[in-house]
């Protein structure tokens, strides 16, 4: 996904002035700034920290801190492996080996094609459904590693 | 009387509620109610679909305003979804299709017919359950907390107030101190649910006490436990209760300001309680003036960032204040000193859910539900390997057996019972000679594991104990916020040698490091991440060191799990060359050799990845 600065700014900017301005308001701004990127920008760190007068390490430190943030481009389609405990007693593991099999990649990593990525998550909360892929936002339960390919394909 | 613009009106006192409630119940004209399960469970089997399917036959068959639909949060059964309750009867309709809904309007519906095909069989008798209440899952239940779920909407306030909400909070503002909430909540005996255990009334008292004008209240929904999903469902599908519980706790502690950190990965817990505490701001049961008696308290909801170590008080407050969630030393408590160095109460979501339940009934009647020091019920999320997973709420003192076998059904697939992990990577795995012990605080401890925020998982016995033990570790690494020493590198430690041991590079003195580490770890960590990061791999160790020794010294991992240590093989008299396994393996390992023959697979090309293992439906793949 290829954004220009100014259209960066933009979004960092409309943030800011939703959370007022307010610095213990980073984290949510990061999520905001997120969800409409997909990751964060070098850009869009570096304008939070100039528009809340705070300094740069300490937005980096929190977009780096914590696993919700990405600092690299994500794909079209997010597929989420939940390895949490239910899961992971219930093959999640087999799971995950599967589909970094099937697109060539490893968990955390993003496709050439820039259409998938495959995070891991550490629960969901879905344990009832484990193992769970979550694709898109949405759940897919009781995974098995020869559902993987049908899932890839829905995603076209 | 109230009339039809009371309802966009405040509640200025504490008669203008109850009327409300009571002209809420009159208004009520439909005679049955059909309640769609919107629990992530049922969800991603398609439950959003049935429900909008409901809605339109109802209106096709000309039945609106006799018969409502309604969204609910998750019932529970997760198990058997998508769930369909027919209310006031409690007819349970199980794994319902969207092409079931014409047939449940016009036989149950019109004509009171129960579909013997959609109801819940039970699996040794093969006898049809028609009521909720009799599906073994819920009867040995005590859904105190967790049972309103299944009757309200979670976005509609009148839902819950129909059903009697915010009657403790009328009651705590009209006729009880601060004080007098308090000594309630002592009496009752309440723990914390959110792990610790510690006495909720001591908690309150202490904040109460602690000097300072501004204070808070925290309510943490944070649950990066993972197997626990029992605050997710409560957040989503009973938000008010929590409020209320909230808004008690604030009288109480004589707070003006509160926040709920909420996961940003419960995206519909975040929507549901946006929605509930707008709606009670707006019936003037949250914010300025509550109910009239010029007593404040606002909610903001702060989101978290998916970091298992926000769930401990100092980095979650951390969080909320916009910095990096790492602990601090806790030698003063953040009930003294917490968000801004100000006194601070910080709450799990069933804790605060409980609340409003003790002031309605009374102190006496939770202190008689439970056990010596464990009182009330608690929500427990059975997963993992057993029939019936869901979330399920018991009174304190059940056994884990009662759970596991007439709650849970058994073990899924002919299995033998391995352990039962509860409390979550600081909690530990109880082997079946611990089954008859009565689920309670103090026994979990004694036993070596504890209650944690309730996670129980079932293992069978392809699950490895030395795998889980570095499942726990490795999570536990990667979640360890690297502050304090003991942690950072101890868990990096440990993890290594029990890779090691996976490896088949394992040596003798290797369970003794693992004890020393874990110990150390527990003295001289700075938060209760690492200071209980060993009890995984202590109560393996304790419980399942035969299957350390077998990884240890006969390089075999007896569970078939560890990869190094197991082979794949094909039981040349199960197969028939059907090669479904053929086409699964990406290894090309396997090789076709004649129509009715066995397949053939390559020990060397094989890459362990058991895709032929899981798509065989004859077991003629083995694993050893």
């Not at chain 1, 997120?34 to 920290?49: C, D, K, M, N, T």
């Not at chain 2, 009148?158 to 009697?164: E, H, L, S, T």
């Not at chain 2, 049961?285 to 926000?310: E, P």
């Not at chain 2, 069978?460 to 950072?488: H, Q, T, W």
């Amino acid at each position: 996904m290829s954004v220009n600065k100014d259209s960066i700014y933009n979004i960092v900017d409309e943030v800011v002035v939703k959370h007022n301005g307010d610095p213990s308001m980073l984290v949510a701004m990061l999520q905001d700034v997120q969800a409409q990127l997909y990751f964060l920008p070098r850009e869009s760190i570096v304008r939070i920290a100039e528009k809340l007068d705070i300094p740069l390490t300490r937005v980096y430190s929190v977009a780096t801190f914590f696993r919700a943030f990405s600092l690299k481009p994500r794909g079209k389609h997010n597929l989420k492996v939940c390895m949490g405990t239910a899961c992971h007693v219930r093959g999640a593991e087999k799971v995950l080996d599967k589909i970094e099999t099937e697109l060539c990649v490893c968990a955390g990593e993003t496709t050439k094609d820039m259409k998938y990525t495959i995070e891991t998550a550490n629960c969901v909360g879905a344990c009832a459904l484990g193992p769970v892929v979550v694709v898109d936002n949405e759940f897919v339960g009781q995974m098995t590693t020869d559902k993987v390919k049908t899932i890839l394909e829905k995603c076209n | 009387m109230v009339n039809i613009e009371m309802e966009t009106c405040r509640l200025t006192d504490y008669a203008d509620l109850e009327s409300y409630r009571a002209n809420l119940q009159a208004k009520k004209t439909e005679n049955k109610v059909i309640t769609i399960c919107c629990g992530t469970g049922c969800l991603a089997y398609g439950a959003s679909k049935i429900g909008q399917s409901f809605k339109d036959e109802i209106k096709n068959q000309g039945l609106e305003g006799t018969v409502s639909v309604k969204f609910t949060g998750c019932q529970g059964f997760c198990e058997r979804g998508p769930l369909v309750v027919i209310r006031p009867e409690n007819i349970l309709y199980q794994r319902v299709k969207p092409e079931d809904v014409s047939r449940i309007v016009t036989e149950t519906i019109r004509n009171d017919l129960i579909l013997d095909d959609l109801l819940y069989t039970i699996p040794s008798t093969n006898e049809k359950v028609r009521c909720e209440e009799d599906v073994p899952f819920y009867k040995k239940q005590l859904r105190l907390v967790f049972g309103t779920n299944g009757y309200i909407d979670p976005t509609s306030l009148d839902d819950y107030i129909q059903a009697g909400g915010y009657q403790a909070l009328n009651k705590v503002l009209s006729s009880m101190s601060p004080d007098e909430v308090v000594d309630e909540i002592k009496i009752s005996g309440l723990r914390g649910r959110g792990g610790g255990g510690f006495a909720t009334g001591a908690k309150w008292e202490i904040t109460r006490e602690a000097p300072g004008e501004l204070k808070y209240v925290i309510c943490n929904c944070d649950e990066g436990d993972p197997g626990a999903f029992m605050d997710r469902s409560l957040m989503e599908g009973n938000p008010h209760s929590i409020i209320e519980g909230m808004v008690i706790a604030a009288y109480a502690v004589g707070a003006r300001q509160g926040y709920i950190y909420i996961r940003n990965e419960y995206p519909v817990a975040l929507k549901n309680s946006e929605i509930a505490i707008k709606k009670a701001e707006e019936k003037g049961l949250l914010g300025k003036n509550i109910l009239g008696t010029g007593f404040d308290f606002s909610i903001k909801i702060s989101r978290g960032g998916g970091a298992f170590v926000c769930g401990e008080s100092t980095a979650l407050m951390a969080s909320i204040e916009g910095r990096t969630g790492e602990p601090r030393a806790n030698y003063i408590h953040t009930s003294e000193k917490g968000l801004w160095e100000r006194p601070t109460l910080l709450n799990n979501v069933e804790t605060l859910a409980n609340i409003p339940l003790i002031i309605n009934k009374g102190a006496e009647w939770f202190y008689g539900i439970g056990t010596g020091n464990s009182k009330g019920t608690k929500i427990f999320s059975l997963v993992g390997k057993v029939h019936n997973t869901g979330l399920i709420e018991v009174p304190m003192g059940i056994t884990l057996r009662e759970i596991i076998y007439e709650i849970g059904g058994g073990i899924p697939g002919g299995k033998k019972f391995k352990a039962v992990q509860t409390g979550g990577p600081s909690g530990g795995c109880l082997p079946e000679e611990k089954l008859d012990l009565s689920v309670d605080f103090d026994e979990l401890s004694r036993a070596g594991s504890m209650m944690g925020s309730g996670a129980m998982i079932v293992m069978d016995e392809d699950n490895c104990m030395v795998d889980i033990a570095r499942y726990f570790l490795s999570f536990l690494e990667e979640e360890s916020c690297g502050k304090c020493v003991p942690c950072r590198e101890g868990l990096k430690r440990m993890r290594q040698i029990l890779d090691r041991i996976i490896e088949g590079k394992g040596q003798d003195e290797d369970i003794e490091l693992l004890i020393d580490l874990s110990e150390s770890l527990t003295m001289g960590a700075l938060c209760g991440l690492g200071g209980s990061a060993g009890n995984p791999v202590l109560s393996t160790i304790r419980h399942f060191k035969d299957e350390y020794v077998a990884h240890i010294q006969e390089k075999r991992c007896p569970a078939g799990v560890c990869k190094p240590l197991i082979r794949y093989y094909i039981v040349e008299a199960n197969c028939n060359g059907c090669s479904l396994c053929i086409k699964e393996c990406p290894a090309d390992a396997i090789s076709f050799q004649g129509k009715k023959q066995p397949v053939k697979l390559d020990q060397d090309k094989c890459t362990k990845c058991g895709a032929c293992y899981d798509i065989c439906r004859l077991n003629a793949v083995e694993v050893k």
